[in-house]
């Protein structure tokens, strides 16, 4: 079959490979629709997973079940289906412990495009199909759909991280598409302003339509002193970091309330270690917690984030600004998120 892979670091190309083995578990699944995502530019451009050669790049994608193994229970061939980025191996400890996104080791349940090929094949394998795969509901858009794989569970994680209140003030640093669904996390569980940090139009407008009260652009000044501004010098009870540079943690710290939380879900590549400074920091006493995490994988949480899409709590289709259709246009859609044009929130590619 065929994929568009990594070649090496900084290197991608069509390539050739077998068809995958479909173990007892498991699923191979021919893709619908098909999303780049910003990790994907990381692991190829930035070389974040280390050298990978010859590795079908794609963790987002929803498709059709071409085959299952003997002991699949729910799925057949045929059945569309959404498949999380992350897709944990259930019995693992980790799991057992509540940490199934870290099965087999730190972000380990992180398999398509990291230790195995990833979705942007003629068929890809899903491990544990019946708890690593959801139904596409009938009355949802594929392209609509493929938002459920990373960007709304990662978005929405960081709220959960943050622990966000009922009347909480929240700044969410960074309103790419993964800041753009904690925005509306944020709004979902209650926060009663919500700071979105960005600079680009696009997002800023999403970013207001999801529920953002204020836009702070970072390019124009210190956004601890905007938010301080904005906040009668008192700061906000939460933050959100999904964009920036290791920078980002110190800011978060210098804004929050004492007894705030950080929610991390932003992909740190560069800049060797955060610091923290120890006054506004309350010298180590000022409660405020920094909480970090990968995306929770699975079906369940799959159903229940489509639920909060079919019934109209969030949608995810604002996200996506350009759509492609044919197989072949993966290279182009790779490139369009490597490049990231102003007018690009999310690009989604549709096999038909
Ligand atoms: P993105 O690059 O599209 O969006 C990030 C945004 O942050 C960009 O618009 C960028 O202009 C902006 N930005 C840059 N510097 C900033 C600064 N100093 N302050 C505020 N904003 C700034 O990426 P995305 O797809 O939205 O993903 C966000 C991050 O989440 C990435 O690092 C990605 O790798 C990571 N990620 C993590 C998980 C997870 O499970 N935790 C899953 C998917 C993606
Ligand atoms: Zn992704």
Request: charged content about 20%; aromatic content about 6%; glycine content about 14%.
């Amino acid at each position: 079959m065929k994929g568009f892979a990594m070649l090496g670091i900084g290197k991608t190309g069509w390539i050739e490979k077998d068809k995958p083995v479909c173990g007892p578990l498991d699923a191979l699944v021919k893709p619908i629709a098909v999303s780049p995502c910003t990790s994907d530019i990381h692991t190829v451009w930035e070389g974040a997973l280390g050298e990978r050669h010859d590795m079908i790049l794609g963790h987002e994608s929803v498709g059709e079940v071409a085959e299952v193994g003997s002991l699949v229970k729910d799925f057949k061939p045929g059945d569309r289906v959404v498949v999380t980025a992350i897709t944990p191996d259930w019995g693992s400890l980790e799991a057992q412990g509540g940490y199934a996104m870290h099965s087999g080791g730190m972000l380990s349940g992180w398999k398509f495009s990291n230790f195995k090929d990833g979705v942007f094949g003629e068929y890809y394998h899903v491990n544990e199909a019946d708890a690593n795969m959801a139904l596409l509901p009938s009355n949802l858009a594929p392209e609509t759909a493929v938002m459920l794989c990373d960007m709304m569970p990662t978005g929405l994680h960081g709220a959960e991280l943050a622990e966000i209140k009922f009347g909480d003030t929240v700044c969410v640093i960074g309103i790419g598409p993964v800041g753009l669904m904690s925005v509306a996390g944020a709004v979902l569980r209650g926060a009663s302003s919500v700071y979105a940090v960005g600079s680009r139009p696009v997002c800023a407008k999403v970013a207001k339509e999801y529920g953002a009260t204020d836009i702070i652009n970072y390019k124009e000044g210190d956004i601890v002193e905007q938010i301080f501004e904005k906040t009668d010098g008192k700061g906000v009870d939460r933050v959100i970091i999904a964009g920036g540079g290791v920078e980002t943690v110190e800011q978060a710290v210098r804004m929050l309330k004492p007894g705030g939380r950080i929610g991390n879900v932003n992909y740190f590549g560069e800049g060797g270690a955060i610091s923290v400074s120890l006054a506004p920091w309350g010298n180590g006493m000022a409660h405020k917690l920094i909480a970090g995490g990968l995306m929770p994988g699975g079906r369940l949480r799959a159903e229940k984030l489509a639920s909060l899409i079919t019934n109209g709590r969030i949608d995810p289709s604002k996200l996506v600004t350009h759509v492609f259709h044919g197989f072949d246009k993966i290279p182009e859609a790779l490139e369009l998120m490597h490049n990231k044009p102003s007018d690009l929130i999310k690009p989604v590619v549709l096999m038909d």
